[in-house]
């Protein structure tokens, strides 16, 4: 039997073919979705084309924190609030963590950062609760905060600028439920999620646990940890020891990419498909080389830019959506030609910027 490794991780948005040729001059209008009431990932959604504004009336400083810088992700994510301060006319400084275990650095970081004269404040939170007390204090200043690409539960937020991970893990999930319909041969998965405490991996581990009910996948394990690639390599390695007779490894990105070279070393990369459950240059590379069979993409670049243009918005009184995502596809091999990696992935050479002037 062939055993498959998927990869799966927070975040899945495809760009639709309706985005801008001109992408890098000109990124709008792009299709996302609108929940309302917002705050609720459960709540009804609508389509709509988001249209950002063409400038802002003045250079606000707005500071932005993410978990850490480690993988390409987030360097994404990075391209698409730089390029969009750059665009609208604002300052833009950005702290990172170092990891998902670095809660309380964050705080501290964006605590200086709103000392030193924060207009807004746009977070790709480590903790889904863990920074709720620091949301309520920043937003008796008066200053927005704007939620991006992880999740909060705070109910004081100004703005959420990401997708469902519940519908991400979901949608990875109905990918194999339907390679492995229920009365075909039971196959066992190890499953990936990522870092636990994350309110994106708690969502997609609902999502992809609820879509393989019911099929012929048996969940033999969930391994949970950083993102990083080492420690996405180690628990690779663990898992196929513990677990020899695996069908399915499924997981981050990261996990996926970790596990190419694990699997051409252990002899098993001709009978091994990967499929992940974000996109990254690694595994767009994947999928266009035949390593990789699936990845969803939850358009990181695009949140990025929406995020800025929310804090804009805000800061000046104009009318914003409080609760706004891309749509999220999945990208394979049969339909990459389609699929326009300006959403998603920061361009070749690109390298993070921690301020914009």
């Not at 030193?116 to 863990?130: L, M, R």
């Amino acid at each position: 039997m062939k055993t498959i490794i998927i990869g799966i991780a927070a975040c899945a948005a495809m760009a639709a073919a309706t985005a801008s040729a001109s992408f890098a001059d000109k990124w709008y209008p792009y299709p996302v979705q609108v929940w309302d009431p917002p705050f609720n990932m459960a709540s009804p959604r609508k389509s709509m084309d988001y249209r950002p504004l063409e400038k802002a009336s003045k250079p606000w400083e707005i500071c932005v924190s993410f978990p850490h810088m480690k993988d390409a992700y987030w360097l994404g994510v990075d391209y698409g609030v730089a390029d969009e301060a750059r665009r609208l006319g604002v300052r833009m400084q950005l702290v990172e963590a170092g990891g998902y275990t670095e809660l309380n650095k964050q705080i501290s970081q964006i605590e200086d950062c709103v000392a030193a004269g924060a207009n807004a404040v746009v977070i790709g939170a480590i903790s889904f609760d863990g920074l709720n007390n620091l949301v309520k204090e920043i937003r008796k200043k008066g200053i927005p905060v704007i939620d991006v690409i992880n999740g909060m539960s705070s109910q004081d937020l100004s703005a959420k600028s990401l997708v469902s991970f519940g519908e991400m893990g979901a949608k990875t999930g109905e990918f194999l439920a339907k390679s492995h319909p229920a009365g075909s041969k039971t196959v066992k998965v190890a499953w990936f999620p990522g870092p636990a405490g994350a309110g994106w991996v708690e969502a997609g581990n609902k999502g992809f646990v609820g879509a393989i009910k019911g099929s012929a996948i048996e969940l033999a394990a969930t391994k949970y940890g950083d993102t990083g690639k080492e420690a996405q390599a180690k628990l690779v390695e663990d898992t196929l020891e513990a677990h020899p007779d695996l069908s399915y490894i499924v997981g981050t990105a990261v996990t996926a990419e970790a596990a190419i070279p694990i699997l051409r070393a252990r002899g098993l990369a001709d009978r091994i498909r990967i499929a992940s459950y974000y996109f990254t240059p690694g595994v767009d590379r994947g999928l266009r080389r035949g390593q990789i069979e699936a990845a969803p993409t939850d358009s990181p670049v695009i949140q990025g830019r929406v995020a800025i243009d929310q804090a804009v918005r805000i800061l000046e009184g104009k009318p914003y959506q409080k609760h706004v995502g891309p749509a999220i596809y999945v990208v394979t091999r049969k339909n990459l030609r389609d699929f326009d990696p300006k959403s998603t992935l920061a361009p070749a050479g690109f390298k993070p910027v921690f301020r914009v002037e």
